[in-house]
Every structure is written in C-alpha cells, then in structure tokens.
C-alpha cells in the first residue's frame, strides 16, 4: 500500500513543504473531521488526514504519524484516491483550456470559488475568465466531497 501511495503522490507532484507546514495541515484536518456531521462528511474528512499524513510522508517526514488504526488508514484510502484524482484532473483539463501546456497541480476543491481566485493568481491567469471556464467545466465534472 505504501509504494501504491508513494507512486500516486509522484503523479500528483504537489508542493513539498517543510515539517513545520506540515504538522500545522495536520492539525488543521484532524481539526476539520472531529467537527464533521454525517458519515459521508467524516469519511471524506478522514481522506484529507489520511492524503495529508501521506503527502507529508512523499515530502519527507515520516515523523508525521496517522493517528488511526489502519483500518481507518485503509477506509480513508479508499475515498481519498479518487477525491483528489477527480480534483486534479479537473484542474489539469482546466489548465488546458487556457494552453495545451499549462499543467495545473491542484488539488483544492473547486467548488469553492474564493480557492479559484487563488489558483487563478498563482498560474498568471484571468481570475474572472478562470471562474467562468471551471463553473462551466464543474457542469460536467463529478466530485466526491
């Protein structure tokens, strides 16, 4: 399972941060799924610590320890693979729209417009014209919350 999570964090190829960044993101998703409602809302919460305690691991720091069983590590797993594989292939066809070359690595969940601005920014882009080309591709696209 790890090598299968260490390849997956390859492809992803989001920013390495330092394990001071790191410890703060986990505290801040363990924060988010102990306030949670609902099961869907814990397992998806669950899948941010589980993706955050990975991506810590792929950036470097296995110090960085899930604080869960492995039953939990597994579950969470399961709802983070396509979670944030659907995000980031939203993101990277979005990128496209604007140049065949521009590869956007992001993982945010686009549904949250003020996120966009942000993104938008980071890549040099239009924020008004990147809002309006991921409301119409978000027509056409599934995520999981």
Same mark, same amino acid.
């Given at each position: 399972?790890? &090598?299968?999570?260490?390849?997956w964090?390859?492809?992803?190829?989001? %920013?390495?941060? #330092?394990?001071?960044?790191?410890?703060? #993101? =986990?505290?801040d $998703?363990?924060?988010?799924?102990?306030?949670?409602?609902?099961?869907?809302?814990? !397992?998806? $919460?669950?899948?941010?610590?589980?993706?955050?305690?990975?991506?810590?691991? !792929?950036?470097?720091?296995?110090?960085?320890?899930? %604080?869960?069983?492995?039953?939990?590590?597994?579950?969470?797993?399961?709802? =983070?693979?396509?979670?944030?594989?659907?995000?980031?292939?939203?993101?990277?066809?979005?990128?496209?729209?604007?140049?065949?070359?521009?590869?956007?690595? $992001?993982?945010?969940?686009?549904? &949250?417009?003020?996120?966009?601005?942000?993104?938008?920014?980071?890549?040099?882009l #239009? %924020?008004?014209?990147? &809002?309006? $080309?991921?409301?119409?591709?978000? &027509?056409? !696209?599934?995520?999981?919350?």
């Open positions: 399972m790890k &090598k299968v999570i260490h390849h964090h390859t492809k992803l190829d989001m %920013p390495k941060h #330092d394990l001071a960044w790191h410890k703060q #993101d =986990m505290a $998703e363990l924060q988010e799924l102990e306030e949670a409602k609902g099961l869907i809302y814990k !397992w998806s $919460e669950l899948s941010d610590v589980v993706y955050t305690c990975t991506r810590a691991h !792929w950036s470097g720091h296995p110090e960085i320890i899930f %604080p869960f069983s492995k039953t939990k590590l597994y579950l969470g797993s399961a709802y =983070m693979f396509p979670k944030y594989s659907l995000r980031w292939g939203f993101f990277r066809k979005l990128g496209k729209k604007f140049d065949n070359n521009l590869e956007i690595r $992001e993982v945010r969940n686009p549904e &949250k417009l003020e996120k966009l601005e942000v993104i938008a920014k980071k890549y040099n #239009d %924020p008004h014209q990147f &809002k309006a $080309e991921a409301t119409k591709l978000m &027509k056409k !696209w599934v995520f999981l919350k």
